[in-house]
């Protein structure tokens, strides 16, 4: 069975620039949330998407936003990029809300290099 | 503000010996934890968790332990094998919203052969 799927792996942009991750969750898990990790860091949340709504949002600028799809996917964008936005994305999915349990999926994340 | 952090960055043990990795929390309110493996390259692997109304609590060659007196949670892992060698995080419910889970900055463990 396929994991969480993310794309792409790696990818460079420059400072203003703006960037489009995407992440598809495991077959069945209709919840999706994407975290922030910078070297040598512990992951940061940034949202999570519940049935295509945004159930949580954490401590990042309104330049960061995502989105959820019919099929759970999800896309995470990024505008006016900034040499600090470099981190390895993650994203992780969970069948429900996953209020009472911390067993998030999460994929091998997208790493983003900012120049 | 609360956080959720580590004693050691880095954590170096023999194979086959036992290790024993900490985290402090300051949040008093947090009632479940979590303890992640990650790997080089790859997201973070969920291990163990365990509630507040808890003090320890056992898996495959893992186990937890709380003590929310001293706000301090710890992840042992019997017969460590050169497989465990990654980075571990603790992670708590409640801080950054009931959803979200907040990380700490890892420890680094290394098996030695």
């Known amino acids: 069975d396929a994991g969480v799927t993310q794309s792409p792996t790696h990818l460079i942009k420059t400072r203003g620039q703006q960037v489009t991750l995407r992440c598809s969750p495991i077959?069945?898990?209709?919840?999706v949330s994407w975290y922030q990790q910078v070297l040598g860091q512990g992951p940061q949340f940034i949202f999570q998407y519940y049935e295509k709504e945004e159930r949580g949002r954490g401590n990042f600028p309104d330049r960061f936003s995502a989105r959820q799809f019919p099929n759970y996917s999800s896309e995470l964008n990024v505008n006016a990029l900034l040499l600090g936005d470099s981190a390895l994305y993650l994203c992780?999915?969970?069948?429900?809300?996953?209020?009472?349990?911390?067993?998030?999926?999460f994929g091998e994340g997208s790493r983003l290099t900012v120049l | 503000g609360e956080s959720v952090g580590l004693h050691l960055p880095t954590l170096s043990v023999q194979e086959g010996d036992n290790s024993i990795i900490n985290c402090a929390y300051s949040n008093s309110a947090s009632d479940y934890f979590i303890w992640y493996k990650q790997e080089s390259g790859k997201g973070p692997q969920f291990i163990i968790d365990i509630r507040s109304n808890m003090d320890k609590r056992q898996g495959q060659r893992v186990t937890v332990l709380l003590n929310k007196t001293v706000k301090h949670l710890s992840l042992q892992i019997a017969a460590t094998q050169p497989g465990d060698s990654a980075v571990y995080f603790c992670?708590?419910?409640?801080?950054?919203?009931?959803?979200?889970?907040?990380f700490g900055s890892g420890t680094r463990l290394q098996v030695q052969p």
């Open positions: 992780a999915s969970s069948s429900g809300l996953a209020e009472n349990t911390g067993e998030l999926f």
């Open positions: 992670a708590e419910k409640g801080v950054a919203g009931r959803r979200a889970l907040t």
């Open positions: 077959s069945g898990h209709k919840s």
